[in-house]
């Protein structure tokens, strides 16, 4: 095991008490456990529309320590762990994997057969396990520029979970791809079918600030209507048949309803909104003669093509982030996005 610099025995991190309950706590520095493992000190951290669910009451928590978006540099590592290197900032997604299993190499390591797990990255640092294959370098180091870093911390998450949506929705150059969500993921999305080369891009929204960043992230037509009258407007846009694609990124029965609505017979519906008392009729599903495809994103996959993106200055995700606290305030973060104030809030840590 290596280590460098001094890492300090305590460490404050936030956690989760209850519904709407949320704290910083001090806690034990967390250590490399096994020999694949690394200690990453994190630069910054953020707040996810997931993370909503228990803090509204939607999902049981008790004392949780919350977080799984997360960059950083590596101060300890194990002895096992080869393709990263003290002092290397990197990034990581959300769901660890050892890059090695079928399913890994398959293209969907958030699926991975021997899932590692971590500590919660709302902190200020954090275990990873399985770090050759679930973290990737960032050439030239940590960021000095602020928005960089944000666009960093975005690939993490959401704009992996995006990017998955846009190419699970089969965007492309001829393509007409909707959006249904307009939080961090669904505005990501956006970003991924335009920069993927979709020719019209549609998102549902009724908040004018988010429809604006979508505008900003390459949106052609906001449509504020849902359900029968939603599905009408886009297909009215597509001469009637509705869109090629459809990315759906909020997890709820509506949500889901909207998109089978809204996508065209033989296209292709990315879901990647957490799924929240979905269900699908078969008759309809039998019916819409659609191709699905979605759950927990491979951002893994993703990753080297969104940093080489990102260094390029030819995507900037990190304008999700309409909030920057410190790690202390991590409370108003949550009540911010909790009542919609904010988009995403980055915790700099």
Known sequence: ?????????TMRAV?????????????NTPRVVKPTDVVLKLAAACVCGSDLWPYRGYEPVDHRFMGHEYVGTIVEKGDQVTTVELGDFVIGSFML????CEICEAGYPSRCANAGTYTGSQAQYMRVELADGSLVKVPGGQPDDPDKLADYLAASDVLGTGWYAAVAANAGPGKTIAVVGDGAVGLCAVLAAKTLGADKVIIFSRHEDRAALARDFGADIVVAERGEEGAAKVKELTNGYGAHGVCEAVGTQESMDQALASVRPGGYVGFVGVSHDQTIDGLNLFF???????????????LPELIKLIQADKIHPGKVFTKRVPLENAAEAYKAMDERREIKVLLAV
């Open 288 to 302: 819409h003669e659609v191709h699905l495809e979605g759950g927990p994103a491979p951002v893994r996959r993703f």
């Open 15 to 27: 956690v989760m008490n209850a519904p709407g309950d949320v704290t910083v706590e001090t806690i």
């Open 1 to 9: 095991m290596s280590t460098e610099p001094q890492i300090p025995t």
């Open 97 to 100: 994997s050892d890059g090695t």
